[in-house]
């Protein structure tokens, strides 16, 4: 059983050129626990919902796809995120959301719990988040996602501590080349991965849009390239990459109580190429809407196997 944290919210998307806004179920967090779902997970969902509209909303899609719900789910109102798209279907975010999750325990130790997004970083309710990493821990793999958005979280000199902290407390980073720009400007992404691989993870995941994933594990360095696809737009795909990589992990027994060592020396290609499809799929196709495990498993016919680099270090 997987446990993910954090925020659910409506996001407004509008098309490029156009004044119409769609009104669908997002929230990165959200995003995920939604896409482990659909890909055979079982998954509790602990986040913030508002007796509202917006809620109903997202109730019903969370649900829907065999989201199971806990948490604070009578807040007076829901989230909001409006995405503007540019023409390349590239999501740009302004939000109207408070974020506080306060005295929420874990009813069960999961195998893993995945936190990010800044339910990790915006306060009050980034501290009872931090809480319960430090609750599953002992028990479980920790995955992490940034998903930096500065219009909420704060100045950089706040929040690189706090992200900082969370990476090394985790098993599995995944981090967009974005939100490392905004937190280390000036440094190449791969010299951040390798910093924070040596701070705790197992696997540093750096994706970079069009330009594939960069990632690193105590074996080995790899790049992968994007997989050709027709961009409707990017909204979820990440969340989509991390849900994917995370499903994939878990089948290969990687995840879970005592496996640390094991993810630790285990190769990491088949399931990045995993979440990479998963990626993919979701780039097909509008807002957050990650592939069902039949979705992907026929995708794996018609998308090509792409090519790899790959620095080997050490035996």
Known sequence: MMTVVGESLVDLVGEAGSEVY????????ANVAVGLARLGVEVTFVTELGADPPGTLLRRHLEGAGVRLTGCLDRPSSGL????????GVAHYTFAISWRLAGVRLDELPEVLHVGSFAATLEPGAANVAELVEQARP????????????????SRAQQRPRVERLVARADVVKASVDDLAW??????????????????????????????????????????????????????????FMSGLLAALREAGLLGR??????????PEPALRTALLAAALTCERPGADPPTRAELAAARDRLPVTGTRETRLGD
């Open 22 to 29: 769609r009104a669908r179920p997002g929230g990165s967090p």
């Open 81 to 88: 995120a409006v995405a503007s798209l540019d023409e390349a």
């Open 139 to 154: 028990h479980a793999t920790i995955s992490y996602d940034p998903n930096i958005r500065p219009a909420l979280i704060g």
């Open 183 to 240: 937190l280390y400007p000036g440094e190449p992404y791969d010299q951040v991965a390798a910093r924070w691989l040596e701070s705790g993870p197992a696997l540093v995941v750096v994706t970079l849009g069009e330009r594939g994933v960069h990632a690193r594990s105590r074996r080995s360095v790899l790049d992968l390239p994007a997989l050709p696809v027709r961009v409707v737009d990017t909204v979820g795909a990440g969340d989509a």
């Open 258 to 267: 005592n496996r640390r060592a094991a993810l630790a020396e285990a190769d």
